[in-house]
């Protein structure tokens, strides 16, 4: 809620995209410019990543991780190229990102993973990554054949 005012006090448009369940928990954002109402949280999820150009993982709970992962996950199997970045606000991520250079040692990811996301103290620093963004293609499959 306070990104989406702060988006509407600055003049900007907001796109809400609810499932139904919530809605009925009267958790819109009433001042959208366009809400879009859903069936499921799948569906929420689906309607985000096909609108959006950009993924910013903001501190937040379960369900901002459960998305940003999602996305990580589609970026590793080269299903998008759009910019993802973590705004570690204050060190939020810092165990998270521990956790991911812990899979990479273990094993579980390839050191090339870490080009999928990016990470930023700030709110300029995302905007800045993010308008400098260029997509690069993967130098190696996420996937080992042999």
Same mark, same amino acid.
């Given at each position: 809620g306070a990104v989406a005012r702060g988006v509407k006090a600055g003049g900007g448009r907001v796109v809400g995209v609810i499932p139904d369940f919530m809605k009925a928990l009267?958790?819109?954002f009433r001042e959208a410019d366009e809400l879009i109402t859903v069936s499921t949280m799948r569906e929420r999820k689906q309607a985000m990543e096909e609108m959006s150009d950009a993924f910013v993982a903001l501190? +937040? +709970?379960w369900g901002?991780?459960?998305?940003?992962?999602e996305i990580l996950v589609l970026r590793?199997?080269?299903r998008h190229e759009k910019p993802t970045v973590f705004l570690n606000h204050a060190g939020f991520y810092d165990h998270l990102l521990a956790f991911f250079e812990h899979m990479i040692a273990e094993r579980f990811g390839r050191p090339t993973t870490r080009s999928c996301f990016a990470v930023r103290d700030t709110v300029p620093g995302v905007l800045e990554y993010?308008? +400098?963004y260029k997509p690069t293609p993967p130098d190696q499959p996420w996937f080992v054949t042999r």
């Open positions: 009267e958790l819109e501190p +937040g +709970g901002t991780l459960e998305e940003v992962m590793q199997l080269q993010l308008e +400098g």
